[in-house]
């Protein structure tokens, strides 16, 4: 029935497998056809629609829709040769496929044929019965095999026991030691902590330093700037004593120029009333040539004479000195004829009275009269001169005064803005110092706490992943060791059912044959056996179980 079942199943498949590539190798031709048929229908109905029974031109706009429709067809048959070309891959796979299902059928079918021909083995085999000495034979094999899966298991589970001890000590040593390692290292952070903590206390204690000695730099400062107000208080009390002193110079000056303006008018008075007694004293002059002009001429030349003799005695008494010029002429001398320079004016000496009042009788009248033309142009250019020095002084003064006054108020403005400008640099520079100083200290801080809590972390995260790879250990190794106990529970429940399937067998063998024991049996049996016991056909096992028995000639071959 085995075998009918499986031919049955083999078939079956390969009915399925030749239906399904007859479909897949059929679809694309079918595809092809259709593709074709659909092509020569569309070519069909474009000769239709583009060849009318009337004959009429063709547009632009026809000639587009025909390219378009071009295009679009070739887009479809590239899409069908496309699709095709993907039938014919999957075509191919599916071919693979099969060479595949027929290669693993024709592999089933031999192993069919094996499996037939050793069940039908086994059945002539059932069906002869067994002998004496080959049910012996099977003991003692079934014997020897017990014993030594016993002697390979207890070794094996000696070693495995060592082994799993051991790793086992490894593996709680290596976890004692990171444990140690890791409390070491907690001992470490912790001291790193405290240490921190005291470095915390120091930073804070030198900021605190540092606030009060930034503190201490601004009341410096600010008394500094008080000082330097009141400096500033002081200059300009001196600026407006100056101003006050300035004020008062001016004033004297225009007094000074009142004065002078007053000499002018006065001197500017007597020369006008001189030239009054001037100009009567040329009329009379006149007069007095008109009405005797030969008295004049003798006048004048004795006025000559007069006055190189003059001329001779001042050359005798001021040989150092420049003298005025002699009047050589014999006719009267005009006032706009004679001209003198400041620098002889001015070099020229004083006449004494003794000498203008003894020349005056012997010159006569022209002689004065000449004299007093020379005085009056050198009071003339003395009172210019002396116009032009104080009008000079006062403008020399006013513009002094104005520099003077201007100066103070640009040094006074300066050396204001100056200090301001000072001070506010200064108060800015703390502003920043202080401000550097606390982000500095702030940062650090900052970073220094961020790297104890990084450090701390890690620490912490090193601590739990070797926890976690000890505890991980011991559950693998909880495991391995409840494996291995079923494992034994397994091969201890297996020994029984063998050493219960084997008693009632050893039992019917002893009460059959109870053979002498030879030297060389004794010798050879095992360990665990006790010299009661004989080896060989009549076989006796010291083994007790509570296992269920089965009956003899069995072996757990027979017919389910």
């Not at 002869?128 to 070794?155: F, G, I, V, Y």
């Not at 009008?391 to 803005?417: G, R, T």
């Not at 665990?528 to 004989?534: E, I, K, R, V």
Request: aromatic fraction near 4%; hydrophobic fraction near 35%; charge should be positive.
């Amino acid at each position: 029935m085995t075998s009918f079942n499986c031919t049955a199943e083999v078939w079956f498949n390969i009915i399925v497998v030749s239906l399904t590539t007859a479909v897949f190798l059929g679809f694309p031709t079918l595809l092809r056809v259709y593709s074709k048929h659909a092509a020569t229908s569309e070519d069909r109905k474009a000769i239709n629609i583009t060849t009318p029974t009337t004959p009429r031109l063709f547009t632009a706009q026809k000639l587009h829709k025909e390219r378009s429709a071009d295009k679009e067809k070739d887009k479809r048959l590239q899409l069908l040769e496309e699709k095709a070309k993907q039938y014919e891959a999957h075509q191919e796979k599916l071919d693979k496929n099969l060479k595949r299902e027929q290669e693993k059928n024709e592999m089933l079918r031999v192993k069919l044929h094996d499996k037939d021909s050793r069940i039908a083995d086994l059945r002539k085999q059932r069906t002869r019965p067994l002998t004496w000495k080959e049910e012996c034979q099977m003991h003692e094999d079934c014997s020897l095999t017990l014993h030594t899966l016993r002697r390979n298991h207890a070794s094996e589970m000696d070693q495995v026991k060592a082994k799993a001890q051991d790793n086992a000590k490894r593996e709680l040593y290596q976890a004692n030691f990171k444990i140690e390692l890791l409390h070491k290292q907690l001992a470490k952070a912790e001291l790193r902590i405290e240490k921190l903590t005291s470095d915390n206390l120091i930073i804070e204690e030198e900021l605190a330093r540092c606030k009060a000695q930034i503190d201490t730099s601004a009341a410096n400062y600010s008394q500094d700037l008080q000082l330097k107000d009141k400096e500033l208080a002081e200059q300009s009390s001196l600026f407006a004593n100056l101003n006050q002193h300035l004020e008062q110079k001016t004033a004297s000056a225009a007094e000074e120029a009142t004065r002078c303006d007053t000499t002018i008018r006065d001197l500017n008075a007597e020369v006008s009333t001189k030239d009054d007694k001037l100009k009567e004293a040329l009329a009379q002059i006149e007069q007095v040539r008109n009405d005797q002009p030969e008295e004049l001429k003798n006048a004048l030349a004795r006025i000559v004479e007069l006055e190189k003799d003059k001329s001779v005695l001042l050359k005798e008494r001021y040989p150092d000195k420049p003298q005025p010029p002699v009047v050589e002429d014999t006719e009267m001398v005009d006032m706009e004829d004679v001209e003198m320079t400041d620098a002889s004016a001015a070099n020229m000496p004083a006449r004494p009275s003794n000498v203008l009042a003894g020349a005056a009788p012997q010159a006569g009248c022209r002689d004065r009269q000449a004299y007093k033309v020379q005085l009056d142009k050198q009071f003339q250019v003395y009172k210019v001169k002396l116009e032009n020095q104080c009008k000079a002084y006062k403008v020399q003064l006013v513009n002094e005064a104005q520099a003077y006054k201007v100066k103070l108020d640009n040094q006074f403005k300066a050396h204001k803005v100056q200090l301001v400008n000072e001070a506010q640099a200064y108060k800015v520079r703390l502003d920043k110092e202080r401000r550097a100083s606390r982000a500095q200290l702030e940062s650090q801080a900052l970073t220094w706490k961020t790297g104890e809590e990084r450090k701390l972390q890690i620490s912490i995260n090193r601590i739990n992943r070797a926890k976690d790879v000890v505890d991980g250990r011991n559950k693998d190794l909880e495991k391995k060791i409840e494996s291995m106990e079923e494992a034994t529970a397994l091969d201890q429940a297996t020994l029984r059912l063998l050493q219960a399937q084997q008693q009632p067998i050893q039992g019917q063998l002893g009460q059959q044959n109870q053979p002498t024991q030879t030297p060389t049996q004794q010798s050879s049996r095992p360990r665990n056996q006790p010299a009661s016991q004989p080896r060989g056909k009549g076989v006796r096992f010291n083994i007790t179980t509570n296992a269920v028995t089965r009956p003899a000639g069995t072996f757990g071959l027979g017919p389910k």
